[in-house]
């Protein structure tokens, strides 16, 4: 990824992209860069490159990079919390870099999710001074978890499609355990949301205690809900309620030829972006999971949240037309 350095993929992050089966000698033991190796240490841990394993995962390294800067995309999903919008970075809305280049992708014909933990009331509001009214209808957003999705320029009024009938019980549940405090449980009719942050920002609870909270009190979990966790809270969602639903209803935007690139936060259970990093085509900005074909974060040492998202989407090549009128759409690739 060049991150504005004009490098390529040895260079940025040390994966020489020979092919072995070319006759490259080189592509035996692929040479890996400081930046590959941030890379690595945060998908698989430690620093040993000479045996076996660590050349086994330098050349998983080289072919997720490679497969991500061959494809077109016709599209992004970002989670929004610690992606497009750090909370706690001092300001009350995305920087005015993230809104610059979500407009410059998509005024290439690029289609746009995002999902978030919250509500259409807060996230809508903030993302319509991000972002101009003509990208509202093509700007699609799946408020509380993904439990409802619609353009940004849809009403504000809840359209959860998802199965809810559990979450009054829950609610009960959790207040009733005698583990949660009521006064940090909120609910509306896709989730539950429990504060997670206490005095000096310690968590004051996990996803595995608010699942002994229902499991003791007798809620229907943890078959008919999921628990995720994001900065400062704990959300419980309706089984059918998913981040991953907005890539579903993006993929329906665009032709059938072109990919989805997802981008998001935490990528590990339980995670709140867990399942939209499940996807083939992932990067985060934050925490990876150990599955080697997706969820890599490919960033610089020290480097994440906004500035990690505008690194990744300076990245971003477009290309194609920047209407549908042809039946293909733009795309974009990665200059990785």
């Given at each position: 990824?060049?991150?504005?350095?004009?490098?390529?993929?040895?260079?940025?992050l040390g994966a020489?992209?020979?092919?072995?089966?070319?006759?490259?000698?080189?592509?035996?033991?692929?040479?890996?860069?400081?930046?590959?190796?941030?890379?690595?240490?945060?998908?698989?841990?430690?620093?040993?490159?000479?045996?076996?394993?660590?050349?086994?995962?330098?050349?998983?390294?080289?072919?997720?990079?490679?497969?991500?800067?061959?494809?077109?995309?016709?599209?992004?999903?970002?989670?929004?919390?610690?992606?497009?919008r750090d909370?706690?970075?001092?300001?009350?809305?995305?920087?005015?870099?993230?809104?610059?280049?979500?407009?410059?992708?998509?005024?290439?014909?690029?289609?746009?999710?995002?999902?978030?933990?919250?509500?259409?009331?807060?996230?809508?509001?903030?993302?319509?001074?991000?972002?101009?009214?003509?990208?509202?209808?093509?700007?699609?957003?799946?408020?509380?978890?993904?439990?409802?999705?619609?353009?940004?320029?849809?009403?504000?009024?809840?359209?959860?499609?998802?199965?809810?009938?559990?979450?009054?019980?829950?609610?009960?549940?959790?207040?009733?355990?005698?583990?949660?405090?009521?006064?940090?449980?909120?609910?509306?009719?896709?989730?539950?949301?429990?504060?997670?942050?206490?005095?000096?920002?310690?968590?004051?609870?996990?996803?595995?205690?608010?699942?002994?909270?229902?499991?003791?009190?007798?809620?229907?979990?943890?078959?008919?809900?999921?628990?995720?966790?994001?900065?400062?809270?704990?959300?419980?969602?309706?089984?059918?309620?998913?981040?991953?639903?907005?890539?579903?209803?993006?993929?329906?935007?665009?032709?059938?030829?072109?990919?989805?690139?997802?981008?998001?936060?935490?990528?590990?259970?339980?995670?709140?972006?867990?399942?939209?990093?499940?996807?083939?085509?992932?990067?985060?900005?934050?925490?990876?999971?150990?599955?080697?074909?997706?969820?890599?974060?490919?960033?610089?040492?020290?480097?994440?949240?906004?500035?990690?998202?505008?690194?990744?989407?300076?990245?971003?090549?477009?290309?194609?037309?920047?209407?549908?009128?042809?039946?293909?759409?733009?795309?974009?690739?990665?200059?990785?």
């Amino acid at each position: 990824m060049d991150g504005g350095s004009g490098t390529g993929t040895g260079d940025a992050l040390g994966a020489d992209g020979g092919d072995a089966r070319a006759g490259n000698p080189r592509a035996e033991v692929p040479v890996v860069t400081e930046r590959g190796m941030a890379a690595l240490r945060r998908k698989f841990g430690g620093d040993e490159m000479s045996d076996s394993r660590g050349i086994t995962r330098a050349r998983l390294l080289t072919r997720f990079v490679g497969d991500l800067s061959s494809k077109k995309f016709g599209a992004i999903v970002f989670g929004y919390e610690g992606v497009l919008r750090d909370y706690g970075g001092g300001h009350t809305m995305p920087l005015k870099e993230i809104g610059a280049e979500l407009e410059r992708i998509m005024r290439g014909g690029i289609k746009i999710g995002i999902a978030s933990r919250s509500g259409p009331e807060s996230v809508a509001a903030e993302l319509r001074h991000t972002i101009r009214p003509e990208y509202w209808d093509d700007t699609r957003i799946g408020y509380c978890n993904g439990t409802d999705i619609r353009a940004l320029s849809d009403a504000e009024t809840s359209q959860s499609d998802a199965n809810n009938d559990h979450i009054e019980f829950v609610t009960d549940a959790i207040e009733s355990s005698g583990m949660i405090s009521e006064s940090d449980v909120t609910s509306c009719e896709s989730q539950v949301s429990i504060k997670n942050s206490g005095s000096a920002g310690v968590k004051k609870y996990s996803a595995d205690m608010i699942i002994r909270a229902m499991a003791g009190a007798g809620a229907p979990a943890p078959r008919s809900v999921k628990v995720f966790e994001s900065d400062g809270y704990i959300d419980v969602v309706p089984y059918g309620g998913s981040r991953y639903e907005v890539v579903r209803r993006t993929k329906l935007a665009i032709p059938r030829d072109r990919h989805i690139l997802c981008i998001g936060c935490r990528g590990q259970w339980p995670g709140a972006d867990c399942e939209l990093l499940a996807h083939r085509y992932s990067l985060s900005t934050g925490t990876v999971s150990a599955t080697a074909s997706s969820c890599w974060n490919l960033l610089p040492e020290g480097e994440g949240g906004e500035q990690g998202a505008l690194s990744y989407m300076r990245s971003m090549r477009t290309g194609g037309s920047s209407s549908n009128s042809d039946g293909q759409g733009g795309w974009f690739s990665m200059k990785m």
